[in-house]
């Protein structure tokens, strides 16, 4: 006999699903392209199947940030986290999010990158969404920077806002490159550039004079 709990968990798996698929398909028609017609059409369901789990189009692209956010924070916040404190996470998120790349996660790279290019000029709460995950995630990077400084891990003129920048600058034309050419060198030479400009080589760490 079906019970209420077994009805929740069986919605919620089902709204995870067609979460999943709104999120591969954004990566690749951009979030203005989902719809609640064309995601029904790509699972097979009824278009008033998805209004019973999204009301409108922009419910729909907020709760799909929200799931982005949620498959970020697992798949590259967490293991950066977990890394020692200092410039091991500086490594560590920037092996993360190559990482997260070169498994295919989304066929068009990182849902990120590409909404906050298509939603900048979008005032709303779906933009203020995605610059809310932003600031997040370049707060995190600087935050390993400043830790790497506190231990002598980097150069002490070293500029954390700059440092914070060129990382960031170097993640994102690594998602480019690798979106465009679907090459694993692409990364490959995305995390030499990230050690090189941390003054780490072959695993060994040279520390500034």
Known sequence: ??????????????????????????????????????????????????YAHFGSKQELQLATVDQADQMFEAEVIQPALRAPAGLSQLVAI??????HLQRHTFPGGCFFAGAALEMGT???????????????????????????????ELAADEDP???????????????????????????????RVVRRRLRIQEGVMTLPS
């Open 122 to 152: 979008r005032p709303g709460p779906v933009k203020e969404r995605i610059a809310v995950f932003q600031l997040k995630f370049s707060g995190l990077i600087r935050e390993f920077v400043v830790t790497a400084l506190d231990q002598h």
């Open 94 to 99: 920037c092996d993360a999010f190559f990482d």
């Open 161 to 191: 806002d700059q440092l914070t920048f060129e990382l960031s600058g170097i993640i994102l034309a690594a998602n480019t490159n690798f979106v465009l050419r679907s090459d694993p060198a692409a990364l490959e030479l995305a995390r």
């Open 1 to 50: 006999m079906d019970t209420p709990r077994k009805h929740r968990a069986d919605g919620q798996r089902t709204r995870e699903a067609i979460l999943h698929e709104a999120l591969s398909m954004a990566t690749v028609v951009g979030l203005e392209g989902l719809t609640i017609g064309n995601l029904a059409s790509a699972l097979g369901l009824s278009k008033s199947g998805l």
